[in-house]
C-alpha cells in the first residue's frame, strides 16, 4: 500500500462572489521513505496542497488517504493523532509561540501528544535537536531574541520531536544562508534515508529541488 494517494484533490475559496481554485486536480502516490520536492509560481497552491495532505484543510473535492484512511474522515483524536503522531510540520510562516523559550518551543508537540508534562528524555531529545540545527547555545532564548533564520531552525528541530513518519516542510531553508541550508538539506537528507522518513518539501530553490528524488511542479491553473 502507498502511504499517500491524493485523488482528484481540488480546493476551491471563495471570497465574496469569485472562486479561487488553488489546487485543481492533483492526483499522485507516495511511498513511505520518498523525498517530493514540490515547485511553482507564488500563489499556485503548494501550501494549499501541504495543508490538505496534514489534515488541516479539507479539500473542496477529491480525497487524500494516508495509509489507506481518508484523512478527511478524520476527526477529534484520530485527526490530533494523525497531525501530533505522524506529521512533523515545518510551516512557511513563524510558528514559535512568543512567550515560550526554543528548548519549549520545540517540546511542545510532546505536550500534545501525550497531553502529560514532558519528561527528562524529553528534554534531552529537544536539546539533541537543537544541537543538530546549530543551536545549543540558544536554548532558552525567547523567539524575539532569536534572528529569523535561527527562529526557523527551532522549527525544524521542532518538526522531528515526535519522531514523525511524514515531515511536511513549506520552504523550510527560505530564509537561511547558503551554508546552513546546505546542513539542513544534509540532516533532511539523513533523515530520510535513515530512518524512512517521507520529506514533501516545498521550495522556491531549484537547486534543492533537483537534490530531491522526484519532483513536483504545480500546474498555473
Ligand atoms: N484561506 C484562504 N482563503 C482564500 N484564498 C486563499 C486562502 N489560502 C490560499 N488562498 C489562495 O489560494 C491560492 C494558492 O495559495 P497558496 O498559499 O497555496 O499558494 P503557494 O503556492 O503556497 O504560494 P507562495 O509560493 O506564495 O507561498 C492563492 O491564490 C491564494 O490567494
Ligand atoms: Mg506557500
Redesign the pocket.
Known sequence: MKQITLEHVTKT?F?DSES?N?VHNVSMEIDKGEFLSIT?H???????LLSIIGGIVKPSSGTVLFEGNDVSSFDGDRLSEYRCEKIGFIF?FASLFQNLTAKENVLLPVVFRTRRNTLDKDEKRAVELLNLVGLGDKLNAYPSQLSGGQQRRVAIARAFINDPQLILADEPTGDLDEETEAEMMRYFTKMNEEREITFIMVTHNTELARQSKRQLR?PVS
Not at 507564488?42 to 494549499?48: I, P, V
Request: proline share 0%.
Open positions: 475559496y471570497i479561487i488553488a511553482g507564488s500563489g499556485s497552491g503548494k501550501t494549499t512557511q504545480m
